[in-house]
């Protein structure tokens, strides 16, 4: 169906797509979700900014946490659950945790009834492995490329359903009726520039992180933070947003492949850090865990490392995994081995890698409901890395491919009962559609002028700034002076200019990346400028370790009356008896377990 | 504030990469890329300043973001796992992202996959692909997993498993290339997906008959060229095709089968009487 019309010049004809619910993102979580609600019989339509099957979801290499106890049978979801939550220390949302590790073993089966393949244990049954701050073999895997098969098998069950996939595929606004309720997206495809208004009773937020506001990350073109920027545009609060998680092992050299990740199962198989001394330097921070430590520490003891003057030559720690030898490489981690024979010449097998930080998972996101993924806003859902809750102040590794089956399939289920047998679908006012286009459109049809601005140099720009300030060491200062430096963008944001015309143009799509960036990146810095202790992944050095009182609560983020952003001290609900008992005596440091004082780095 | 790895004055301040890290001094690469679209277009050279260990993906975004915003060029991973940048290098398809520039002496040509029609400069319309996925018979088991499988049961199946949709294979297969069979013919993409469904010990489908008449399996006639391109080094021919085309051959082609079915009629060749899809 086609709308619009020729009434006046400034009128843009656009497609109408009518759907029960409309999904963005078609990573883990958002093709969980249609598979969940296709079933059910709803009409589905998901949106993609890629081809089906390449979001970041296709990245993640190690494995699935889940405590199926296949190698390890003393491991349950209550163990599950005490991992989770010392890792993110304590400002998890536990009823999420509690879903999640419980939940989380039904998934992975699940995935397998669907014809993902995993790697076995010599009874045949699935295989798992070692990962950071897991008390058990916990990864459910196959080789270092669990995320392709997936992803994979997720795209393949969705392509079985009804649920109609656009791909290459942009949402730009949310739509709200009259009574606050969201019912429907602007959209434009990529590929021909023309715009789509999406009519539907629900929608899913299902668009993955921001890592693309550094400079070193491991995240696509594609995490721009689309998701989190819309839902806080419609008025949905966020949470935990200045938990920003570095990978401790990012490639280093040479500097095109900066910052690609090295899976964290190069540490799961036995691989050893070590600095230019050809010191074990782990022992220094976490004796106890030394390479299986948690991310939040590993990442600081490279970082440490580094600045300290025991990096490598090209400013990285060396990670060895010469021991399991090219056959063994070749099985449990040949991508890896591909990855660096290819892009940096160096053989695994043979010689160490050379590693540093790189930006990789956001823990903080969108607040949703524990139990059917709905954010504040009704009629708006959110799952999987958009989201926030689950991981608290730090993800374990593993944790994220469950979470996107948990919480996709619940997001799915949580809009089958919201749509029930009613039929809302509010008519949106012409005029709010077309301004919006018009808005969407200003970068490439405005005039040529002298104070034009790169959208691309803008967002390197900001990258830099971002590196810079919000890494994973902060002070006030630096996090102000970043701060100043968004604003400023955020000022030249209007001034943004593309030459070329709709057809398939990124410059004109990073136009309307570079507003989320910014958007996000204010956020982050303002509420790491509020969580005045160190936690997980916030590390003030101004600060000397965790704060009691900051361990009560979240920071929620709303946009204010003014169109600010808004920040609220939430506190955290206690936890209900059985899952405090569960924590008895089980609680680690908050701080993460590292040494104290303000001197130290640590 | 930027030294690399030197002591940092205060570690909130993160040591800021230096935009010239790695740039040889002076020497620049030249990328003659296609620009155009459906309606035809041309090559169009740009010169770029080489960074060590470089791939032609870095050079192309180096060429978006500083002379020719709207250059269309999809990638995602840039770590050759996802298989979004393929592209034809001087003729033959590859990852833009595993490609390095030092590959080539002299100039090095960027083109668009041709076996597809061409939406813009480097990108072009490759949603034929997910169309015959979304028909081939998806995988299905009546046992309730967890499923008790061994290695020796699974191991040949992991190297189809590790296709990342290039499409590269589709791009140099001659059937689809220069016989534009696409309406008869699924390409060997497809022909590695069959593979491990008709392999995977739990599945319980059959899909011959739909390999042998949807698929087109007989119009293969093993060249190999997809071998020879497939970036993570799946044996499309002898590992996918050809085994495939033994099963249809023992099913269809052997004479007692043929025989049977011209006295009984045609089997079913589905044991759950399920649609396709499962619907």
Known sequence: MERGGHANGATERYEVREHDVLIIGAGGAGLRAAVEAAEAGLSVGVVTKSLLGKAHTVMAEGGIAAAVGNVDPDDSWRQHFIDTMNSGKMLNNWRMVEHFTKEAPERVFELEQWGALFNRTPQGRISQRPFGGHTYRRLCHVGDRTGLEMIRTLQEKTLATDAKVYMETTVTKLLKDGSGRVVGALAYTRESGEFVHFKTKAVIMATGGWGRIYKVTSNSWEGTG????????????????????????????????????????????????????GERYMEKYDPEKMELSTRDVVARANYTEVTEGRGSEHGGVYLDITHLGYEGIMKKLPTMHEQFLKLADIDISREPMEVFPTVHYTMGGIKVDPDNCETSIPGLFAAGECAGGLHGANRLGGNSLSDLLVFGRRAGIGVVEYVGGSAHGAEIEEREIQTEIQRVLDPLEKPAGDGDES?????????????????????????????????????????????????????????????????????????ALERKERRGAQWRLDFDGPDEELGKINFIVKKDPQGEVGIERREISPLPEHLASLLEGKVADMAGGEKRGAESQF | MSEGNGNVPSKAYAPVEDTELGREEGKTTKLKIFRGDANGGEEVEYEIPLVE????????????????????????????????????????????????????????????????????????????????????????????????????????????????????CQDVCHVLRTHHKHAEFAGPRFFVRSQWLEMHPMDDRDRLQYLKEDEGLGFCNITKCCTEVCPVGIKITDNSIIPLKERVADEYYDPAKWLMRKIRGRPNARSDGASPNGR
């Not at chain 1, 989190?228 to 947003?241: K, T």
């Not at chain 1, 050299?253 to 799961?268: A, D, I, N, S, Y």
């Not at chain 1, 430096?485 to 136009?511: C, E, S, Y």
């Not at chain 2, 032609?56 to 996802?82: F, I, P, S, T």
């Open chain 1, 455 to 527: 959208p691309y140099l803008m967002q390197q720009e900001l990258q830099t700034a971002m590196m810079e300030h919000a890494n994973l060491m902060r002070n006030e200062e630096s996090l102000k002076e970043g701060l100043g430096k968004i604003l400023a963008l955020k000022d030249r944001l209007p001034r943004v200019k593309v030459g070329g015309t709709r057809l398939f143009n990124p410059g004109w799509h990073t136009a309307q990346d570079i507003r989320y960036l910014i958007q996000i990146s204010e956020i982050i810095l303002r509420t």
């Open chain 2, 53 to 168: 260990g470089m791939v032609v993906l870095d050079a192309v975004l180096y060429v978006q973001a500083h002379e020719a915003n709207d250059l269309a060029v999809r990638w995602n991973c840039k770590a050759a796992h996802c298989g979004s940048c393929s592209a034809e290098i001087n003729g033959k398809p590859k990852l833009l992202c595993k490609t390095r520039v030092e590959e080539f002496e002299g100039d090095i040509h960027v083109q668009p996959l041709r076996a597809f029609p061409v939406v813009k400069d480097l990108v072009s319309d490759v949603s034929w692909n997910y169309e015959v996925s979304k028909g081939i018979p998806a995988f299905h088991s009546a046992e309730q997993a967890p499923f008790t499988m061994h290695e020796e049961d699974v191991e040949r199946l992991y190297e189809p498993k590790k296709c990342i949709e290039c499409f590269m």
């Open chain 1, 226 to 277: 689309d998701g989190v920027v819309l839902a806080y545009d419609a008025g949905a609060e966020l949470v935990d947003m200045e938990m920003v998680q570095f990978h401790p092992t990012g490639m280093v050299w040479p500097p095109g492949v900066r910052g690609l990740l090295v899976t964290e199962g190069v540490r799961g198989e036995g691989g050893l850090l070590r600095n230019s001394e």
